[in-house]
């Protein structure tokens, strides 16, 4: 639980940073960071497109994971927002900064990310409400791996002038190495709670 909210945290931080960097951007510096801001600048429309709708999900999924009554609205706008989500990061990944291994972590996690979504809303629909939080909760946590790769980024970051490495070289890592976390972490987290119930029935 402490990593999900620490996840949220930084989500919810890195697209406020985002938005506000679109808002007022800066000019001049030859940081690592401004080579990808200036990256973000140039998209900013779709940039935006994608952001806000994100950090939307991201705060309705805590509304929706932490309650323990179904709220149609709240679920409706939780398909919608994710769906919007994905289709926009599929379509920001033509301008990957981390080139096509940001590209391949993007294509994988985003389909898997639908893919989980898709699954949910056919348990939706079939009131199928167990199996539905189920796959809303893998949906949410591969999401939330957009968040667990901003301190990977970090320690490219902070070692850059000893790696020599630009983002456009290690964003890619990063990408794979967040999601990859995410995905194993919340795949255990399932696994150890159905064997939990399991137990209790037995």
């Keep these: 639980m402490l990593g999900f ?7 919810i931080a890195v697209a406020v940073r985002r938005l506000v960097a679109l808002a007022r951007p800066s000019s001049g ?38 309650s323990r009554k179904t709220h149609p609205k709240l679920e409706a706008a939780f398909f919608a927002l994710g769906a919007m989500t994905a289709v926009t990061a599929y379509l920001m990944n033509g301008y990957a900064i981390g080139g096509w291994i940001e590209r391949s972590a993007v294509l994988v996690f985003d389909t ?13 629909l079939r009131e199928q409400p167990t199996r539905q939080r189920e796959w809303m909760t893998r949906s949410v946590g591969i999401l939330l791996g957009i968040a667990t790769t ?14 020599h490495l630009s983002p456009h070289q290690f964003f890619g890592i990063a990408f794979w190495i967040g999601f ?17 119930q399991l137990h209790r029935i037995i």
């Design 112 to 124: 898997w990310f639908l893919c989980s979504m898709g699954r949910a809303f056919w348990f939706y």
């Design 150 to 163: 901003r301190p990977v980024m970090g320690i490219f970051f902070a070692t850059a002038s000893r790696t």
């Design 180 to 196: 990859t976390i995410n995905a194993v972490v919340v795949e255990l987290w399932l696994h150890s709670n159905r064997r939990a």
């Design 5 to 11: 909210w620490i996840c949220v945290v930084i989500a």
């Design 29 to 66: 510096g030859t940081s690592l960071m401004q080579e990808v801001n200036d990256t973000f600048a140039s998209h900013a429309a779709l940039t935006a497109a994608h952001v806000i709708p994100a950090a939307l999900f991201v705060l309705v999924a805590v509304a929706v994971m932490l």
